[in-house]
């Protein structure tokens, strides 16, 4: 196509753009309405009139030449009209040569390339390329599409020496016009301005275990994201079939970053919260939090011991001894019998696929203590006894099917807590466990509680699947306090082909874990079983951790690491904070915690965060948040103290303000992984106080903001404030 001449070089240029994305929307147009012609000629060339098939080289041309306009087809139909365009980059090279890079490859009818996708070898130099190694680019241009039309350009001269006179270069650059755009509630793909240490984590081999560390607004997230559709590329098959997970610490959070793999034409990734990761064993899931020193007992190695006593103590009530009528005669099992019988099928069985190892057991016991007036043979004996009512009750009992939520609720009674766990917990720890568990049986489980019944999954064994037609009850009411308990006859009629050893969880090829500093000792192993073959991408920055014991959540992630190769990347630039921001965020963060891995904040904004010393939360929040909403585009986030968030609502409600889409008020915990262009955080010497990390719950808050950050603390100046204030 011609393209008119312009005075205004940017004119131009958007409209040699145009042209090109122009051709590359027609050939898609058209692939997509061969799509469906594809496919049905797929399915009858392979199918001859005489009904024998034809050849496989045919079938095979057929393939090769339309694949990719099918494939290109599908992932466009995934890609919908809110995404920054399906072009986005071009790379002029020093031997002449122009490539596009997009977010999926295009052919021509030719089978020459008018898009190379984002994750091919070819693109690599557009991410790579700088001007101490151009990597024979001149010149590297991203286009700022809206739908298919160029809106924008910027670009990058990489190497003067070889552009020749006619190359123009327009704008200041991709990412900080990207850094300054305004957000919403929904995370963008970085996918046109993805930057060099962040392309290598991206494009890291998969085998073993990549970790990416980084300090806030690093790119960590984004990055993994990013790395989930590069494997899926690079290696699909693998990864389609044996799937991909990806777990972030709430569903808050997945809301977040949900459109990102969709926006990069990859549908194929489960999306789970760490209370929904055992959606495969559990019909239930976790979303609330246990306060700090609960959840810290919960998560801990030290409720494992706990747990495998629990599945051991027999129920309250159950029978003390086995009695049984033989041709008159009666047989007893005493006490210690029963209890010697227990221990050895649970050293070898799982409590819910013990059952019958336990009743051939008893069996066994019974036949031994028979009294010589007993006369018949073995065979006839083992079928007198299990046709016994007598024998099938007290197995029942003595041996029920275990629910894993019907096991761990018998820790809210604070007797058997502190029993059980004797030892292990200290006698406040018990208490704060049972005290912890009242609530499962009208509130669901908390995220805690979650990875505590995956574990009493694994190790009850999975409960046999319901008979399809319900029997009554030997000797349970249907209201009895244990429901989940199966009956003799349920059991009886439960089908053999259930394998006890056959684990149910799902497994993935691949498991991104995001935030992976707050994942507890008990959580990693809950994770592990969804990967036990897998590789894994683990993102997390140990400054921003809410977990009270960071040795001990490392030596569980060392033990999933085990001997397996590990890859580390570090991302050492802060994209989302303005350099004032993080000025006095890491100044926060670095007199509690020396160590803390600091990034390099690339944006300036010119303007000081707003330390507000308040007297009225009322009046002080309205005003704050009003004037955030004037002086930023995007969303306003409320960062809380737990304590005071009903009233902030209550607040900003009460003022005309609490519908505003663009606000949202959260707690730190809340707001990982989050972001909003302006944040007001309120009190923070109650968050550092009142959240699980202390003032690392605090550096989390204060490093939200993109573009202002304002401090409220009532009364006079907050401690946590890095000067003391006059
Ligand atoms: N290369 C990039 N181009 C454009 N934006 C980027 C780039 N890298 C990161 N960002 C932006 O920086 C912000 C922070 O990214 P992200 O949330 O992934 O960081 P993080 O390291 O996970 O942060 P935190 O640890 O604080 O949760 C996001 O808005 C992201 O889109």
Redesign the pocket.
Known sequence: MAIESHTDPLTTEIAVEQAHVDLVYARLGEASRSAEQVASAGRSLFRSDRGSYVREEDGTGLYERDVFAFQAAKRLAVLDAEHEGLVFGRLDRTDGEVRYVGRIGVRDDDYEPLVIDWRAPAAEPFYRATPTQPMDVVRRRVLRCQGDRVVGIEDDLLDSEHADGELVVIGEGA?MA??SRA?GHQ??D?V????GE?DEAIRAPYQGFTLIS???????????LHRAAYLLYSNRRRFESGGVLVVGPSTVFLHYIERVLPSLGEESVTLRSMGSVPSDVLPVTGERPDDPPTAAVKGSLRMLPVLKRLVTEPLVGHPLELRVVVQGQVLVLPSATLTSIRRDVLAHHKLNAGREAAEKALLNALWRSRPSEVDMERDEFDELVTGLASFAMFGHAWWPTLSATAALRRLADPALARRLSAGVLSASDAGLLSAGLTDLEERGPTVADVALLDELVHVLGPVPPEPAETETSLFLDADSEYSEILTTADRLATPKEVDPFDLPHRTYAHVLI??AQDVTPMQWRMLRRRGASASWTI?G?PA?SSWPDAAETDRALREIIANAPVRRFR?STN??SPAEVFDLASQVVVKAYPDADLPTAVRSTGVEPLLVVGQDLAVDVVEQVRALLGEVAGTVGVICPPSRRDAVEAHLSAAGLEGSERIAVVTSTES????YDGVLVVTPDDVVAEAPGGVRSLY?AL??P?QRLVTLDLGSPGRWRPEPQA
Do not use: C, F, N
């Not at 046109?192 to 930057?195: C, F, S």
């Not at 980084?214 to 993994?224: D, F, I, L, Q, S």
């Not at 990982?672 to 972001?675: A, F, R, S, T, V």
């Open positions: 990412l990207a850094l957000r995370m963008r970085i046109a301005t993805i930057q962040q980084g300090g806030p607004g690093t790119g960590k997230t984004v990055v993994g995001d935030e993102v920055d921003q991302m994209y989302r990982k992984g989050l972001e989390v490093t939200r993109t």
